[in-house]
Every structure is written in C-alpha cells, then in structure tokens.
RNA sequence: GCCGAGGUGGCGGAACUGGCAUACGCGUCGGUCUCAAAAACCGAUUUCCUCACGGAUAUGAGGGUUCAACUCCCUCCCUCGGCACCA
C-alpha cells in the first residue's frame, strides 16, 4: 500500500489540520469589522453520515473562504446545526434513542466528517439550533411576532401528515404529498399557530427586485410562490336577499359577459343560499360530495367539472341582469374570496363548465383577427380584443376598457380594486416534541398570553414518553403543561406544540456574530456590520421555503429596529446535486458515495478537487470513480514537479534577456493567473479554473524535461512557474498546497500570503498565429509579430503556398483583416 | 398548460463581445518499464474517405442573417427543474 501512493496524503493531512486549528486561521474577532467578508453556508440537519454530495456544498464554501483570505479579506466562516427535525423524533419512537443523544451523536460524526473533508469553520461560533441558549431567542422572536399581530392562532384546514402525525406547510406538501416521507398529505381541521407571512407578500415580491446577485430561477421561484395578482373585487347583489356575495377577477373587462357566478363548496354562504330551493337535499348532497373530495384529489389533476345550481341569483351591477349561482369543485376557498363571476366566453374553466352543464356563452371581447361566434366557438377566448356587448365600453380595447371599468366601479361603488396573493399565511405550530415549544400560556381567568421574556426559555422536558400517536409527547407531561399564570398566578396550562424547525434555521445567521451573547439574541450593532452576508451558499431545494421564510424574519427585525438592513443575503449562490447512476444519492437508492474509503485511498485533496472539477457547480453532475482517481493522478504529478525541480538559482533578473522557452513560460504562468483571478472573482468557475491550471502543469513539466535534457536559463522561470502553481491550487487542495509550500522552503501558512497578481507585459505574445480561412473554411496558419501592420500581413498570406493552391486563378472578392485573430479570402 | 434552465466526441465538460469547435479530465487503443501483471509514464483518439499528404463532415432538427454562427433571428423537437382549476 504504502509504495502504491503517489505522494503521502495520509500524513500530510492530519498534519495541516491540526496545524489550522492551532494557528486558529478561521478563528475571527467580529469586533475587527474592517474587510469584512461573511462567508456562509447552510447549516446542515445533523443526519448520520454525510456523502460526496453533501460534500460539494462544504468545499465550495471553504474554497471560497480560502481564496478571500488570501485576497486580504477578514472572513467569517461559521458553521452551525438546524439539529430540531423529524428525523430524530421518529427514530426515538422506533429506536427509542432520545433525539437530543442521537442528535448531538450525530453532530459530532459531522464534525469529524468535515475536519476530514480538510473544511475549516470558526467553531467558536457553533450555533445549534436545539440547544436552550439559541431556542431561547427563536422563542423570544415568536414573543416578538406575537406582540406585532404577526403571529396568531386559528382553527383551520391543514395539511396532515399521517405517517409523520403532524401537520406541514403548504411549502411542504410537494404534490399533495409530504416532503420528507412522499405519504399522501390528508387534510385536518384544528386550531394552529400561524406567522403572518402574507402581511409581507408586497415587499417579499417587490423586493426581489434589490437582490441583483441572486440566481434568476430562484427569484423566479418566489415570485410564482408569491403569486401576486392585481384585479377588482366586485359586490353582487343577491336577488331576494340583504346580502351581497363578493368576488375577485382580473378581468373585470369581460362583467358583460358574465353568464353564471361560481362558489367553491366550502364558501360560507352556501347552506343560506340553497334554503329552501327546489331539490334542497339533493343540492346539499351534491354540494357534500364535492366538499369530501379532499383539497390534494381536486388539486392532483385536472379531475372533471362538476356542480350544482343553487337555485339563486346575482343581480350584475352594470346592467342588472339576473346572474344564477352554481356551486363548482373547480374554485378553491382559499384563494380570492372563494367566488368567482364565470364568463365562459372567455375563460376557458368556466367555458368547460358551461358547455357541460348547457349555461350561455357570450361573448364580450371579440378577436380583432377573426370575428368570435359564441355558438360555435370551441374554445375560450382568452388574448386581449375589442370590447362587444358591453354598453358605453364597445369599441374600445380590452386594456383600456379593464382600467375604464375599474374606475367606473369605484365610482359607482360596485366594487374596488384589490391585490391577490398565492402565498398563504405560515403554518408553524408542529405536535411534535422535538422542536422549541411555543412560548405561550394559556389562563383560564387572565386568557391568552406570552411567556414574559424573563422566564424564556421554556425548556423542553427531557424525559417524555415518545409514542406515534400524532399528539405532541409534550402534552402527556403534567409538569410541562401545568404552571402558573404570570399575570394571576393561578394555575395555568402552556402550550405544547413545538415551531416548524423553519423557524430555527430563519435567523441563525445572525447568531453567528455573537454566538454566545445571552441578554440579547444577537448585538444589533455588530450585526450591522457584518450583514448582509456576503456570499450565501447552499442547496436550490431551499429556494422557496428556508430562503423565503428568512427574508420575512429579517424584514421583520428590521421593523422593529433590532437589524439595519431588510434582505438577509446580498449574493446567493446555488449548487447542484452530485448525482449517481442517474439519480440524486439516497440510502433508500443505494447509490451513495461516501467520502470515508475516498479519503482512505486517495486523500481529501482529491475528493475536494474531483468535486470541483466535475463540472459547473451550479449544475448538477454524475460522481465517477474513475474521474477521481484522474484528479489524484493529476495530484501526483504535482508532487513530483515540486520534489525533481531544479535547485533554484533565483530568478532571472528582471529584464534580462531570456530564451524563448523561459519567455514562453513565464507568459503561460502569468495566463493562468490571470484566468483563476478571473475565474474565481467573476463567478464560481472552478471547474475552468482548474483546467487552466493543469494546462500550466502540463506545460512546466515539459519545459522542466527540457531542463533537464538540455539545461539553459530555465530554472529561474521553473520556480516561479512551481510557486504560482501550488499558490494557484492552495485553495481548492489546501493539505498538499501547504505541504508543497513548506518544502520549497517558505515559513508561513500558505494561507497568509498574497494571492499572487498577473504582470501585463509577461502575457504579451510576441509572435501570433494567425488562422487563415478561405471563403470561410480553414486553410492555412501563418506565424506573424504581433505588432505586424495589416498590409504586411496580407502580403505574408498571399506569399504562403498552402493559401496560393486554394485561390489560384481565382478572384480575390474580399479580404477580411481581423486584426491579431484571423484572416478571410473570400473568392469566387 | 405556464415559467425557468438546458441539448457540443464513447463520457464529464471547454469556447471571450459572432472569429482556429471539441481545451482540461475520464474512458478506449497503442507504446515504455516488467519474467508477467498492476501502478506510473509517453503517444493517438469527432465521424467518414485516404498508405499517406490531405479532404469531406459535425455543436438536438430545419430555415435565416453574415465574409464568418455552439454563439444572433425564426419555426419545431427533446430533457431537467419549479408552479399548476390561483379566477
């Protein structure tokens, strides 16, 4: 084994590990704000054991915190757990570990894993989300949401997870399934707690517009979440009654050709509506088969239209006509008022709806292009037009008569105009125990009220009994749940849902800063300073959810005066997945990569350097062994550039005359600093930056064979070829780069010195090759001085033989002169 | 259906602002070393024709603009991701 290695990774590695962690490179003082550089990545959810996957996250953060280093930057490089979750809870009740033993057993096999992976954090500034000292501050922050009207508690339909036994948000239920276990998500009515994320949606949406570093799909992503539509509200009179049923569209233009109004089964008003009508059981029996086909099937595909006519009407403002209500499974309670005007003609839901149950369709928005017949139409209408039909508006166009009719609708207060969000409110309460409870107590006399800020945190009771009942385990616990009134002091119950472990991970990297500061969640000054982080970095899976939720936690602090800024993450970058035999690595798949018999056999440096060699980081990749091994070989090859270089018989002076060989390597040294400079600081181009890199290995072992064979003036160029390239590679393979660093014969980490900088007039090339193409097609190369006049040039082209043989006897139509690119005879 | 990203050798992928397509790596083939093998090293490698020189051909398909197109424009196909009866 031993003879087998190409260089001694195994000692070397421990080695500068350790040596990290004595010289504490990542160890900052916060208080030291000047050059700040807030590099973070996602805490991870302490799972058992990481895979190469996971890894790429990591790597990319640490490369990135290395090379700002070594720019002169002073960077902060936390790392942290979101250790409350599901995943523990479930395990103690199958495996009866206590979550708090199996969570903390876990973050110390991460911690190894990582300290392996040769990925350094400033651990002074551990923050785990499931210890008392942070939970107590997620708690203080509901107090504070609480006090703000922000967080409330409500009886309602929710996502219910029968195999996790809790309830999810919306953002979990990923088609109609759970996200973590994929079982069918059912729907449950009970009383939960909830932020009002909605009071946000505005500045959420609008506010994307400031994050100019982000990647586009996921600002799209939020802003389809968000979902924002501008519309009018409308007041119908119901014929016969006092009462008026509101509805929203976003095509008040189309009023005139609203031919029926649609309510969702579960609207409020629909038992008043359909007393006393005709087949009154037979309505409310129709109406209840729509009502138990539960939100996920009606939300699944698109299941048939069906409905049922209420035997009542609406009186349409604009021109008083009698509009029939109908009760329809294709409109959701939960969005607009759960009411809508259907105007067939030009929707094509409503238009289905119509043509089944033979309701009217007429058109009010005619096709400039081919003139709408309403009796053979085939399907809605649905582009913009002319307006028909519709009185004083006829004759103009559908934008101008839908900002008209608006207008005309509020003067004539037959409705307003309105705003619709697709965001719902946030779920948070969980009736699980392995979250932070929720601060708030419950007194029979004195009624609802918060946990005074003095007594937080409200611990979580060790010892509980954990049974899959869908209860929270918290509420079985007399000493938890009975306590004393704060106000009365008579007895008194708390409440025993946890928070949605979102709530964790929405402000801890604001801990970060003061991770141990205990009278205050953070130091609002010093966070100042250092926030907006600088460079986000995590998985695209938290596009919506965990980035989302954070925008609206630091929004709100912001409001209350604790931060100074109102968007958490100025540059967000996200990684893809590393993928296995075509899928993303699982257990349950069987296809996952760990790192620990990689790092055994050939180093982490390769891993690390595998993982950012295989392709773009943000796109996802195949892992191949093989392709690692490649990046170990390439390793190798460095280790014995650095041990067989000449003795170093210091560098030519400068400006002294060298060998074409030397100037020619020097040239392509200072190209490749030039290409990583600019690979790392316009973007994450690791996987180019390396390729540059490799090429210069490729070209400074030629010309040191070269050396060797016949020794000239080389082995100044040689050294400092050898130097920039350990420099160059120190960030993405930092054990061997120190290593390499040391043995030719420097004092310091490499990490403490100057990330090297280009010299302009060494990447000069004195003599071009210039392509020549014929009518467009490659023919010949000539070699030129780079500073060759155009006239000169093409008298070189027309004197070279392999041009002549393609257009002799031909006539020269043009001559294309790009100069120091290339050059193009068109001839006929 | 809507929104977003993408389609380049056997594979992962390069290619600036329209200017030598296929860098770098993997794999494969051949060679060196070895009794032999592995490892390592050196060389070849779009495809087709040719002993060779060389030529033709190719960036999902088709068309267009241009002296010149992976890059720009139009039409279409496919893959991946997100949203989805949102009025």
């Known amino acids: 084994m031993e003879d087998e290695r190409l260089y001694p990774f195994n000692t070397i590695e421990p080695k500068w590990q350790k040596f990290w962690r004595e010289q504490r490179l990542f160890n900052i003082d916060t208080k030291n704000t000047a050059n700040k550089y807030y590099c973070?990545?996602?805490?991870?959810?302490?799972?058992?054991?990481?895979?190469?996957?996971?890894?790429?996250?990591?790597?990319?953060?640490?490369?990135?915190?290395?090379?700002?280093?070594?720019?002169g930057f002073n960077v902060l490089a936390p790392m942290g757990f979101d250790s409350f979750g599901l995943p523990a809870e479930n395990a103690a009740i199958k495996g009866g570990i206590h979550p708090k033993t199996s969570t903390l057993n876990n973050i110390s096999t991460m911690k190894r894993q990582l300290n392996q992976w040769g990925v350094e954090y400033d651990w002074d500034r551990e923050v785990i989300s499931c210890l008392p000292e942070y939970y107590k501050w997620t708690q203080w922050i509901f107090v504070k949401l609480y006090e703000k009207g922000l967080a409330y508690k409500k009886k309602a339909f929710v996502n219910w997870c029968p195999s996790c036994k809790t309830v999810l948000a919306n953002e979990q239920v990923v088609n109609g399934a759970c996200e973590r276990c994929s079982t069918e998500v059912s729907?449950?009515?009970?009383?939960?707690?909830?932020?009002?994320?909605?009071?946000?949606?505005?500045?959420?949406?609008?506010?994307?517009?400031?994050?100019?570093?982000?990647?586009?799909?996921?600002?799209?992503?939020?802003a389809n979440w968000i979902g924002k539509s501008e519309g009018v509200e409308i007041d119908f009179k119901i014929d016969g009654m006092d009462r008026t049923l509101k509805c929203f569209t976003t095509r008040v233009d189309t009023i005139y050709g609203a031919t029926f109004i649609a309510l969702a089964p579960e609207h409020p008003l629909v038992n008043t509506l359909i007393k006393g009508c005709k087949d009154e059981a037979g309505v409310l029996k129709a109406i209840?088969?729509?009502?138990?086909?539960?939100?996920?099937?009606?939300?699944?595909?698109e299941i048939a239209k069906e409905g049922v006519f209420t035997g009542r009407y609406v009186i349409n403002p604009v021109n008083n006509k009698k509009v029939p209500i109908w009760i329809a499974n294709y409109i959701l309670m939960d969005y607009g008022t759960g009411a809508i005007m259907a105007v067939p003609a030009h929707d094509q839901r409503d238009f289905d709806f119509a043509k089944q149950y033979k309701l009217?369709?007429?058109?009010?928005?005619?096709?400039?292009?081919?003139?709408?017949?309403?009796?053979?139409?085939?399907?809605?209408?649905?582009?913009?037009?002319?307006?028909?039909?519709?009185?004083?508006?006829?004759?103009?166009?559908?934008?101008?008569?839908m900002k008209k009719i608006a207008d005309y609708f509020e003067e004539k207060e037959f409705g307003k105009k309105t705003t619709q969000y697709k965001?719902?409110?946030?779920?948070?309460?969980?009736?699980?125990?392995?979250g932070a409870p929720i601060p708030m107590i419950y007194c029979e006399k004195c009624g609802v009220m918060t946990v005074p800020a003095e007594d937080l945190p409200v611990l979580l009771p060790e010892s509980v009994e954990f049974r899959p009942t869908g209860e929270s385990p918290l509420k079985f616990v007399k000493d938890f749940v009975n306590t004393k009134c704060p106000k009365c002091k008579g007895p008194a119950a708390r409440e025993t849902d946890t928070m949605d472990t979102f709530v964790d991970s929405s402000w801890y990297f604001l801990r970060y800063i003061t991770p141990k500061m205990n009278d205050k969640p953070f130091d609002t000054d010093l966070v100042n300073k250092w926030l907006p982080v600088d460079q986000y970095i995590g998985g695209i899976e938290h596009a919506i959810l965990h980035l989302l939720y954070s925008r609206f936690i630091t929004k709100f602090l912001c409001d209350i005066g604790m931060v100074g800024f109102d968007e958490p993450f100025k540059n967000l970058f996200t990684q893809g997945m590393i993928i296995k035999d075509g899928a993303k690595m699982s257990k349950s798949k069987g296809n996952v990569v760990s790192p620990d018999a990689l790092i055994r056999?050939?180093?982490?440096?390769?891993?690390?350097?595998?993982t950012l060699f295989i392709g773009p980081p943000e796109k996802d990749a195949e892992w191949s062994d093989r392709g690692a091994e490649g990046s170990y070989r390439f390793l190798g090859r460095v280790w014995r550039l650095v041990e067989k270089r000449p003795a170093a018989k210091g560098r030519a002076a400068s400006g002294a005359k060298i060998s074409k060989e030397a100037e020619d390597l020097k040239r392509k040294v200072h190209q490749t600093i030039k290409k990583v400079t600019e690979d790392l600081d316009g973007g994450f181009h690791f996987n180019t930056a390396i390729s540059a890199i490799m090429e210069l290995v490729n070209e400074t072992t030629d010309?040191?064979?070269?050396?060797?064979?016949?020794?000239?003036?080389?082995?100044?160029?040689?050294?400092?070829?050898?130097?920039?390239?350990v420099i160059l590679l120190s960030p993405f393979v930092p054990h061997i780069a120190e290593e390499m660093w040391q043995s030719l014969g420097k004092e310091n980490s490499i990490f403490k010195c100057k990330w090297p900088s280009y010299d302009k007039a060494a990447i000069v090339e004195n003599v071009l090759t210039i392509p020549v193409q014929v009518n467009g097609r490659l023919r010949s190369k000539v070699e030129v001085p780079s500073d060759i006049s155009e006239d000169k040039l093409k008298e070189l082209v027309l004197a070279d033989p392999k041009v002549n043989t393609w257009i002799s006897g031909k006539a020269i139509k043009k001559f294309i002169v790009i100069p120091k690119k290339l050059v193009n005879l068109v001839v006929q």
């Open 288 to 301: 209840q088969k729509m009502r138990n086909e539960s939100k996920i099937e009606r939300s699944q595909a």
């Open 423 to 434: 965001l719902r409110d946030w779920l948070i309460s969980r009736q699980r125990y392995w």
């Open 187 to 222: 729907q449950k009515e009970l009383e939960q707690w909830f932020f009002k994320i909605t009071a946000y949606a505005d500045r959420l949406l609008a506010d994307l517009g400031k994050l100019t570093e982000w990647p586009e799909r996921v600002k799209t992503m939020q």
């Open 40 to 71: 973070l990545m996602m805490f991870p959810y302490p799972s058992a054991a990481l895979h190469v996957g996971h890894g790429r996250n990591y790597i990319i953060g640490d490369v990135v915190a290395r090379y700002k280093m070594m720019r």
């Open 360 to 401: 009217p369709i007429e058109v009010v928005i005619d096709n400039p292009k081919e003139s709408l017949n309403a009796g053979t139409m085939k399907e809605a209408y649905t582009e913009e037009g002319v307006m028909v039909n519709s009185a004083q508006f006829d004759g103009l166009t559908s934008q101008v008569a």
């Open 703 to 725: 010309a040191m064979n070269a050396e060797a064979a016949t020794p000239g003036d080389g082995a100044g160029v040689l050294a400092e070829a050898i130097e920039s390239i």
């Open 601 to 610: 056999d050939f180093g982490a440096d390769t891993v690390r350097l595998y």
